[in-house]
């Protein structure tokens, strides 16, 4: 990759490839970084603090992670992810729902067992779709500690947005889950306002 980068640690043997980790400058912007896998990004406030990279299965996997004061916004991009896209999108929307399903309730001597979320609180997963781009969105909350499967208005912290997308020319496919803390809530709708342009790998 051309980006400029302070490497702090590479070719590090893990299960299934090789990950090298980076250490960004304190000012690099995360829409620098991420026009380097030919996307557009509006939510120019966010600074990278570190990427990784690796290959698993013949696929390249960076990671990046990214903040913007209390917000966080931690992003998966897999090169060439058109062949495991459907499979992907289906394992990662069932990870973070089934965190809102029945469970055993903390409360001892609750006149039930079990505790269930109730409906405003389970997010509903819905269609997006951008310029070059198609994929799913949902909206939910995480509590101070960022775990989802916040069910009551008091564990509210931060509202947190899960936009997973393909890139039509290119064939890059990016995770993106964000963290908006109070005060912040205008940038989950922001994450939207993205575009997929003809590259993709970096170079």
């Known amino acids: 990759m051309n980006i400029r980068l302070t490497l702090i640690l590479a070719a590090m043997i893990g299960l299934g490839g090789v990950t090298a980790v980076y250490l960004w400058p304190g000012n690099a912007n995360l829409k620098t970084a991420l026009s380097h896998h030919g996307l557009s990004f509006k939510l120019e406030s966010f600074k990278v603090s570190r990427e990784s990279a690796q290959t698993v299965k013949s696929m390249n996997v960076v990671e990046l992670l990214a903040n913007a004061g209390s917000s966080e916004i931690q992003i998966r991009i897999v090169h060439d992810g058109r062949a495991s896209f459907a499979h992907y999108t289906s394992q990662r929307q069932f990870q973070i729902l089934s965190q809102f399903t029945r469970s055993a309730s903390p409360y001892p001597g609750a006149a039930s067992a079990e505790t269930e979320c109730p409906p405003d609180f389970i997010p509903k997963v819905e269609p997006a779709a951008g310029p070059g781009w198609s994929g799913t969105w949902l909206r939910t909350f995480a509590n101070p500690r960022k775990l989802l499967g ?9 509202t947190v947005a899960n936009l997973i997308i393909l ?6 496919m990016f995770d993106f889950t964000l963290f908006a803390a ?7 709708d922001m994450l939207k306002e993205i575009s997929c342009g003809s590259g993709g790998a970096p170079k």
Do not use: A, I, L, Y
């Open 150 to 158: 916040v069910c009551r208005t008091d564990e509210r912290h931060f």
């Open 167 to 172: 890139c039509e020319t290119s064939g890059s």
């Open 182 to 188: 109070p005060g912040d809530e205008g940038m989950v």
